[in-house]
């Protein structure tokens, strides 16, 4: 157990880095994309500010509200969840007759869990990177959302009258999002059939983005403009950019295994997110989050397939809960060699918490619809596979190199995830 703390303590001494204070949040910072005036309010126009600028304000605040809900929970719960180094990976040992026995012939699966334990007074510890560029929300690429605004219903109780009123403002935003993320962690046979660990994450999150506002005017007659009234534009440009370092969502796991023969295995892993990233920079979920799954494992030879199942709960009253499943298998290619592949499922329960803006309908002088923006509502169901190798010494340290390939784009998801890592088995 002092080998635990030990590595406990390091962990901590190493990634407690001091943060770098900023002026706005990054949740705050996707507000400049809808600032192209300088009345301090979403879309104001610069002519006749008081007037006609604000009278977009409530369209567009709804919108903006709206893009940082979708943005920081899919943010906070793709970083919050993001898969974590098996807690069992490297050799398994069980005590027969008194001695370690091994019950494990490969290195293991990178992100699934096996019913194997680790074997009582045996460490699981190592460390890995995980790089995400997200490309895509529901499918949508992120240079291509659009949003359009529109005015506000000041005159005659017929939307529409005056005319005016059927102007619309469009919105065509172009973010970019990275992450990069270090994970430390350590897993700790209490038990030989018992296992409980710590996966401590650190977490870079960058924001940066352009948007391009334009006034479709109804009628040639419009007073809405963007510029000065001696230089008037239909177009203006917004930007944003910024960035956060810090603690993420420090996860607490636990493994029990129930059943244990020399070619079957069942278990079942609880894994407990914390809300100790900042959700407001993009660092966490916000909230506490946890995972229940049953684990099977085989063995046939060199060639171990594994299914995990069970919940995703979220406590966080705007994030769904999920029905989560991981379907694959390790095998050992060579001595020293050990492919792992995965199907990693998360299934959305529910309709979605966070509602898009309802579409507008003006009267006059004829019925049109006015959609608030191309985001698709769909549920977020996630698909992804994976596909990795681990390479272990003579010493018994181990380097992973994993891809992770969304299949079914729900949610904020990059085209791929790479994960690179070492742990050491003890």
Known sequence: MQRVLRVTVLGAALFALPLQAQEQT??????NLFR?????????????????????????????????????????????????????????????????VRTSTSSGPIFAERGQTLGKGQILAGANVTALNFA???GLPLDQINFNFSHQNVGNPVYGDPVFENDVIQVRSDLNLNVFVTTAFVTYGLMDRLDVGIAVPIVRSSLDGTSVGTVSPFTTSSPHFFGTQNNPTLTATGSTSGSSFGIGDVA????????????????????????????????????????????????????SPHVNAGMLVRTDSLQNNAAVAIVGFDQLLSESWTLAV?????????????????????????????????????????????????????????????????????????????????????
Do not use: W
């Not at 990054?26 to 507000?31: D, G």
């Not at 309010?41 to 002519?47: F, H, N």
């Not at 070619?263 to 916000?286: E, K, S």
């Not at 009267?363 to 769909?378: E, L, S």
């Open 252 to 303: 607490v796991r636990v493994k029990a295994n129930l059943s244990s023969s020399d070619n079957t295995n069942l278990g079942i892993f609880g894994d407990v997110r914390l809300p100790t990233g900042d959700a407001d920079n993009f660092r966490g979920a916000g909230s506490l989050s946890a995972r229940i799954l049953g684990a099977y494992s085989g063995r046939f030879g060199n060639f």
């Open 342 to 426: 995965d199907l990693l499922s998360e299934y959305q329960i529910g309709e979605n918490k966070v509602a898009l803006p309802e579409p507008v309908q003006l009267q006059q002088p004829f019925v049109r619809n006015i959609i608030p923006t191309n985001i698709p509502g769909f549920k977020d169901h996630v698909v992804s596979g994976s596909v990795g190798v681990k390479y272990t010494t003579a010493r018994g340290v181990t380097s992973v190199l994993n891809a992770l390939v969304p299949i079914m784009t729900g949610g904020l998801q990059p085209r791929v995830a790479f994960t690179a890592g070492m742990e050491y088995s003890f």
């Open 36 to 100: 192209f005036g300088d009345c301090g309010e979403a879309l104001c126009l610069q002519v006749n500010a008081d007037v006609h600028g604000l009278h977009y304000s409530p369209s567009a605040t709804q919108a903006s509200g709206s893009l940082i809900n979708f943005f920081a929970d899919a943010i906070g719960s793709s970083v919050s969840n993001l898969p974590i180094s098996s807690s069992s990976g490297g050799v398994t040992f069980a005590f027969r007759g008194g001695r370690p």
């Open 26 to 31: 990054l949740k705050q910072q996707i507000n």
């Open 136 to 138: 895509t929300f529901r």
